[in-house]
């Protein structure tokens, strides 16, 4: 591939003692062109527009890391998990969103998919949920790698505001129309202020603004979830349940995008330290039979044991312990994670 030439990128710095770097590329989807150029170009800007530095307000000093969204002028068509390992891998990132595009009628039917590579995480794996008591720790991975959504109409009129992204041109200011200067192939985002977000392009270094109003006429699973799940791995995790929430709430999102995205809204909470005893029985009550939800529900009851009095902690211990032997048969034989979490959640 002509890194050079096609691999662009569309980042949101923070400051140079930030984290490692986390991100995702979206190429070219597949199909009749520039429609696919179109569609990938949307869904690109829709995950690169919920990138920050950290909450506002932010008591806790939070820093997320650098944020990054590339795109790729090529088609990716993937054969094999392996592929998608090895694409991550040479664009340096953590995520990958792929799919295939058809027209029908005034809209465009949009198939895709997001994996996140385990062989493509970063070496302290953010996205794996881990609880540690002193020697002693249980983790907890995503669901799946891999996630596919039902097939999207969006606007075809919408859509094809936008070409590529090095192909946006910005204006010197807030507004409209403008045709100023060209983005160019890799630009910084500075601030993003509703339908208006500041950038810096690279190497002129010109700063100015770029009009996005359409993006938020074109909602659909396949970005919100991709840009939650970029925000998980960056431990952005309000921002992360806000967008799995957001999956959650549409009723036409698929059951197994659903619960998936229910999930993990509600890690994203228990790992931003909330108290989600009643989301997760909740969760337990809708899918009784999801062995994940199971495991994430124990894992939030752990935590809150972890942090409740001597007294009150060794009893949620017990109860942690009987439900995890209670449902055992639920496991492959020898699953680490029954050994790992008796280890951890003994009174």
């Known amino acids: 591939m002509r890194r050079g030439l096609l691999l662009g990128a569309l980042l949101l710095m923070a400051s140079p003692a930030a984290a490692q770097n986390h991100g995702i590329i979206v190429p070219m989807f597949d199909g009749p062109q520039p429609l696919g150029s179109n569609v990938a170009t949307n869904l690109n800007l829709q995950v690169w527009r919920t990138l920050r530095k950290a909450p506002y307000p932010n008591p806790k000093g939070l820093n997320f890391g650098n944020g990054i969204v590339r795109y790729n002028l090529e088609v990716f068509r993937p054969e094999a998990s392996v592929d998608v390992s090895r694409y991550a891998a040479w664009a340096e990132v953590q995520l990958v969103m792929w799919g295939e595009v058809r027209p029908l009628g ?4 949009v198939q895709a998919f997001v994996a996140a590579p385990s062989e493509a995480a970063l070496s302290s794996r953010p996205e794996v949920w881990k609880i540690r008591r002193d020697a002693n720790v249980v983790s907890l991975d995503l669901p799946r790698r891999i996630f596919d959504f039902a097939p999207v109409v969006l606007d075809r009129a919408l859509v094809q505001a936008f070409q590529t992204p090095d192909a946006l ?7 409209t129309p403008c045709n100023d200067f060209a983005v160019g192939a890799d630009w910084t985002a500075l601030k993003q202020e509703g339908n208006w977000a500041e950038i ?3 190497p002129a270094e010109t700063r100015g ?3 996005l109003p359409t993006l938020d ?15 998980y791995h960056r431990g952005d995790f309000g921002q992360a349940n806000r967008l799995f929430s957001r999956v959650v709430s549409r009723e036409s999102s698929q059951s197994s995008t659903r619960q998936d995205a229910a999930a993990l809204a509600a890690i994203s909470r228990a790992r931003a330290g909330e108290d989600v005893t009643a989301a997760f029985a909740q969760l337990e009550r809708d899918e009784p039979d999801s062995l994940y939800i ?5 894992m939030a009851r752990l935590d809150r044991a972890l942090r409740a009095d001597p007294v009150a902690r060794s009893k949620q211990l017990s109860a942690i312990s009987s439900a995890v032997r209670a449902n055992e048969g639920l496991f492959e ?3 680490p994670w029954v050994r790992q979490m008796l280890a951890v959640a003994q009174p």
């Open 294 to 298: 199971f495991q994430a529900a124990t």
């Open 333 to 335: 034989q020898g699953d």
């Open 200 to 202: 810096v392009n690279h």
């Open 106 to 109: 005034d809209g465009v039917v």
């Open 169 to 175: 041109r910005m204006c010197s200011a807030k507004q």
């Open 217 to 231: 006429r074109l909602q659909n699973d396949i970005s919100d979830f991709a840009a939650a799940l970029l925000s």
């Open 209 to 211: 603004f770029l009009y």
